[in-house]
Nanobody, 127 residues
Framework: QVKVVESGGGSVQAGGSLRLSCEVS???????????MGWFRQAPGKERERVAA???????GCTDSVRGRFTISKDNAKTTLYLQMDSLQPEDTAMYYC??????????????????WGQGIQVTVSS
């Protein structure tokens, strides 16, 4: 059973930084396996939006509105994902979700679709 667990969220003042981590267990992969990992977020009363996605080889899958402030990366030796968030603003307040899909990003996360999801972790930015 695939399990996705986020960590590193919390509260920070505007202009501050946080680093989210995501551990995926139970997913079987090898050097030939294709998968995409990424982060989505959802603020109260708003639709879920994609933050960034990354291919299994560490190349960029797709990024969105937070480009330049947030950096996605992964440990290529395992399915561990990170999101470095700098210059945080109150509008970044949301529940952040880590996700993995067993396909290329262009056919999964970049289209808003993914198979495996974490429970989410709260990020709160105060002004």
């Amino acid at each position: 059973q695939v399990k996705v667990v986020e960590s590193g969220g919390g509260s920070v003042q505007a202009g501050g930084s946080l680093r989210l981590s995501c551990e995926v267990s139970g997913y079987t992969y090898n050097r030939y396996t294709t998968y995409c990992m990424g982060w989505f977020r959802q603020a109260p009363g708003k639709e879920r939006e994609r933050v960034a996605a990354i291919e299994d080889d560490g190349s960029t899958g797709c990024t969105d509105s937070v480009r330049g402030r947030f950096t996605i990366s992964k440990d290529n030796a395992k399915t561990t994902l990170y999101l470095q968030m700098d210059s945080l603003q109150p509008e970044d307040t949301a529940m952040y979700y880590c996700t993995l899909d067993p396909a290329r990003c262009q056919t999964s996360l970049c289209l808003g679709y993914s198979v495996y999801w974490g429970q989410g972790i709260q990020v709160t930015v105060s002004s």
